[in-house]
């Protein structure tokens, strides 16, 4: 059984910078999606960023400019740069890696990302 472990979460003024981490616990390849959502109290859980495995990225657009996605394949880690936070941004976000090739999603247990002054 993969486990997904996050960490880089935290409280955070608003204007400033986070790093998320999200790295799986043995090696799953480098042809899968990796990527992280968010929920937000109240809300339904939304796609922030994704990373396709032939390179490609996709993000939300209320995060464009500001969120940067990457990946380590050697460390089948999944990062998020969040800069300029807001606090709408605020809420627990999940790192996801979905293997095509097997049809199966891997979740992580979520790290909260609060921006509050």
């Known amino acids: 059984q993969v486990h997904l472990v996050e960490s880089g979460g935290g409280l955070v003024q608003p204007g400033g910078s986070l790093r998320l981490s999200c790295a799986a616990s043995e090696s799953i390849g480098s042809f899968t999606t990796m990527g992280w959502y968010r929920q937000a109290p109240g809300k339904e859980r939304e796609l922030v960023a994704n990373?396709?495995?032939?390179?490609?990225?996709t993000y939300v657009d209320s995060v464009k400019g500001r969120f940067t996605i990457s990946r380590d394949n050697a460390k089948n880690t999944v990062y998020l740069q969040m800069n300029s936070l807001k606090p709408e941004d605020t809420a627990v976000y999940y790192c996801?890696?979905?293997?095509?090739?097997?049809?199966?999603?891997?979740w992580g247990q979520g790290t909260q990302v609060t921006v509050s002054s």
């Open positions: 990373f396709s495995p032939i390179g490609f990225t």
């Open positions: 996801n890696i979905f293997h095509p090739l097997i049809n199966v999603n891997y």
